[in-house]
């Protein structure tokens, strides 16, 4: 679209004047995100030139991170913010959270602006949480005690209403596990092996079949709603997609279901078995474990898929495809894999993801996880936790793209910031700095005690 954008306006130049005619004020959100191609036509069509259009752009440069490191795409025609100090305004005050989670984040501010903390609505939170604010430093063997550890701290400062109003999420910079086994804790993956961190896509691409249950289940339960199209279009979903893995013809419909009905509706067996699945895991609920997909239903779903096939080659769904995502005991599926981490029965609820999937997003509490990206993350910005550095002046790419994912991540919450970093990443006067600078710090032993 951009190309017949240009096309457009090099061939009909009469065009531009059309559109500004029709929109002649242009306002443009978290604008630290376009890119140059969105950059370029927009100013092409509204900036350039003689006109009387109004624009103002919205946004903070230092949440810039949906450019990757060595991109070409950050803009240069229509750059962000505004150098002319007669047309930039600052806006440092934030009514999300309190000054104590301000002077946290603002020295990750590549651009320093003066952060100051006008909030949060303290009654939202059933208790004063100030001076809460945590590091959790963890021994080398205890990071699957981080989310249980933080599950109990949450019970404690919080108020039973205010755990069940509020939202609390645990992320890190790579939520992905790498091939190799190095540099523990690698990724989000590393402090629950139950995360399925490719279910925290908009549209997930599970590698598996029950992977795409799993995903269906994800969104019902984040849903709330009690609405089961999603579970029902997931599992749909996934049977077009063991289609395409072997080889078969896929048509791209918007109601995956009803399309998978229609193509079935004369093959009485596995159409039978299509509606007798999402009756039992859909309609009645009933739990999907191993031993029920091994003796049972894997079986079924590859008929039904193969069945989908419109044409008259004969094929097979890839194994992979049909095999159950983890080798471990029988499970509930949707127990065994997600992005929702519970500890038992009890509230509260905390969704795992990257510091990408919240950027924009509002949480009570926020647990920022340390992983590794060619160094780990804490580790490389300590200087920063010291409160010794400010801004991005002078700094690499990789440190400038790592201070803008933390000011990210220490900027979501209202009323609770922590962090979970290994034990191993301060010396004893470095943890007695952060304590200085308004940090708890809480050590989690191997076995899980927390002292």
Partial sequence: ?????????????????????????????????????????????????????????????????????????????????????????????????????????????????????????????????????????FEENARAHVLPVFTDYLREIFTPE???????????????????????????CDYWNAYAPEQTRADPKPDTFVGYFQAGRAKFDKDGSGNLHSMVESIAAGILEAVRRAGGKVVRRQRKDRYIREVLADKQEVFASYCEFMRCFVVDGEELTRQKWDDEWQRKVSNVAESVFEGEATYQVPQAFLNWPDAGADTPVDAKAGTIYQKDEQLPKIRLGSIHSVKGETHTGVLVLETFWNGYYHGKLKSWLLQEKQGGNGEGVQNLSRLKLHYVAMTRPTHLLCLALPSDTFTPEEITALSERGWRIARIAADGQVT
């Fill in 1 to 137: 679209m951009f190309v017949y954008g240009h096309r457009l306006l090099d061939v009909l130049p009469a065009a531009r004047h059309h559109i500004i005619d029709r929109f002649p004020v242009l306002f443009i959100d978290e604008a630290q995100d376009n890119s140059e191609l969105q950059s370029n036509i927009l100013h092409r069509v509204f900036v350039n030139g003689e006109t009387n259009i109004v624009c103002q752009r919205f946004g903070d440069a230092n949440q810039a991170i949906f450019h990757s490191v060595d991109s070409k795409e950050i803009p240069t025609t229509w750059v962000f913010p505004n150098d002319d100090e007669n047309i930039k305004r600052d806006i440092p005050d934030s009514h999300r959270f309190g000054q104590s989670i301000a002077n946290f984040a603002a020295p990750f501010a590549i651009v320093p602006q003066g952060l100051t903390g006008k909030g949060p609505d303290q009654r939202k939170a059933g208790a004063d949480v100030g001076g809460v604010h945590t590091v959790f430093l």
């Fill in 162 to 188: 205010s755990l069940e109003n509020g939202s609390f999420v645990a992320v890190g910079g790579k939520h992905k596990e790498p091939n190799d086994d190095n540099n523990k804790p690698n990724s989000v």
